[in-house]
């Protein structure tokens, strides 16, 4: 068997993922498996088990122990890859399952955080159970999002493979250039508060927020900080979901004839 090193250059080169919060630890996860016969489909199974036992461990109190269960959830997230580079296992189900943990997973997750800070079943934040219900929702409508284009794509190849191309002349066009930003302080700070969004980040400021209200704000009522954060998230999902439908709208046929020019 290779070592920890020898693996990740195998299977961790060019791979998506966060470098520090997944891949520094899903290769000790990964290389007892490489061994047995548990297969890629397999793994990605247990990491939606997983994905939902850590909602219901939130909303049933466990709060921490939800957390650790999600964390876990997303090393697993880049097990299942790990696992089928090295064994050569690929299938289209496989990649099936991953895109359904994305679009489950986090969202559940912080509907289940909703819930807990607004305090159901008994003394209900109204204010915090909307926005985080409206953000949970978005969520997953964000992520879909990001793939219409190619679905619009494949739809659009489905209606015309059929019938004869028509042949015209080829133009030369030059597309027109994307406004560019210094990268200042103010676009670093939006693509950060944006990157807190993926669901290892979002585990992380959780976890502080709960650290928080237990050692900073002990005795007070309810979840005042993990409220905050609850509709920090909710409000900016929102916000984020609406600039990306609007933005998608003027840019679907550019991101559709750049995917046909790869094809």
Same mark, same amino acid.
């Given at each position: 068997?290779?070592?920890?090193?020898?693996? &990740? *250059?195998?299977?961790?080169?060019?791979?998506?993922?966060?470098?520090?919060?997944? #891949?520094?630890?899903?290769?000790?996860?990964?290389?007892?498996?490489?061994?047995?016969?548990?297969?890629? $489909?397999?793994?990605?199974?247990?990491?939606?088990? @997983?994905?939902?036992?850590?909602?219901?461990?939130?909303?049933?109190?466990?709060?921490?122990?939800?957390?650790? %269960?999600?964390?876990?959830? /997303?090393?697993?997230?880049?097990?299942?890859?790990? *696992?089928?580079?090295?064994?050569?296992?690929?299938?289209? #189900?496989?990649?099936?399952?991953?895109?359904? $943990?994305? @679009?489950?997973?986090?969202? /559940?997750?912080?509907?289940?955080?909703?819930?807990?800070?607004?305090?159901?079943?008994?003394?209900?934040?109204?204010? *915090?159970?909307?926005?985080?219900?409206?953000?949970? %929702?978005?969520?997953?409508?964000? #992520?879909?999002?990001?793939?219409?284009?190619?679905?619009?794509?494949? &739809?659009?190849?489905?209606?015309?493979?059929?019938?004869?191309?028509? /042949?015209?002349?080829?133009?030369?066009?030059?597309?027109?250039?994307?406004?560019?930003?210094?990268?200042?302080?103010?676009? &670093?700070?939006?693509?950060?508060?944006?990157?807190?969004?993926?669901?290892?980040?979002?585990?992380?400021?959780?976890?502080?927020?709960?650290?928080?209200?237990?050692?900073?704000?002990?005795?007070?009522?309810?979840?005042?900080?993990?409220?905050?954060? /609850?509709?920090?998230?909710?409000?900016?999902?929102?916000?984020?979901? @609406?600039?990306?439908?609007?933005?998608?709208?003027?840019?679907?046929?550019?991101?559709?004839?750049?995917?046909?020019? &790869?094809?």
């Amino acid at each position: 068997m290779e070592s920890i090193k020898e693996l &990740r *250059v195998m299977l961790q080169t060019n791979v998506l993922g966060h470098p520090i919060l997944q #891949r520094v630890l899903s290769i000790y996860l990964t290389r007892p498996l490489l061994s047995t016969s548990v297969t890629p $489909n397999q793994v990605t199974v247990f990491m939606l088990l @997983l994905g939902t036992a850590a909602a219901a461990a939130i909303f049933a109190g466990w709060f921490l122990t939800g957390l650790l %269960l999600a964390y876990l959830n /997303v090393l697993f997230d880049a097990v299942d890859g790990e *696992v089928a580079r090295y064994k050569k296992v690929y299938s289209q #189900r496989g990649v099936y399952l991953d895109l359904i $943990n994305h @679009l489950w997973t986090g969202a /559940v997750i912080f509907l289940a955080v909703t819930l807990y800070a607004a305090g159901l079943p008994t003394d209900v934040q109204m204010p *915090v159970l909307l926005v985080g219900i409206l953000g949970a %929702l978005a969520m997953p409508v964000r #992520r879909a999002n990001g793939d219409l284009h190619r679905v619009m794509m494949v &739809r659009k190849h489905l209606e015309t493979a059929e019938r004869p191309a028509p /042949v015209q002349k080829k133009e030369q066009h030059t597309a027109a250039p994307e406004a560019r930003f210094s990268p200042g302080f103010l676009r &670093r700070l939006t693509q950060s508060v944006y990157d807190l969004h993926e669901l290892a980040p979002m585990l992380i400021v959780l976890f502080l927020g709960a650290m928080a209200e237990q050692y900073l704000l002990p005795g007070r009522a309810g979840h005042p900080v993990l409220s905050w954060v /609850v509709i920090f998230y909710g409000a900016t999902s929102c916000l984020y979901l @609406l600039r990306e439908v609007v933005g998608g709208y003027y840019a679907i046929e550019r991101r559709i004839n750049s995917l046909a020019e &790869r094809l």
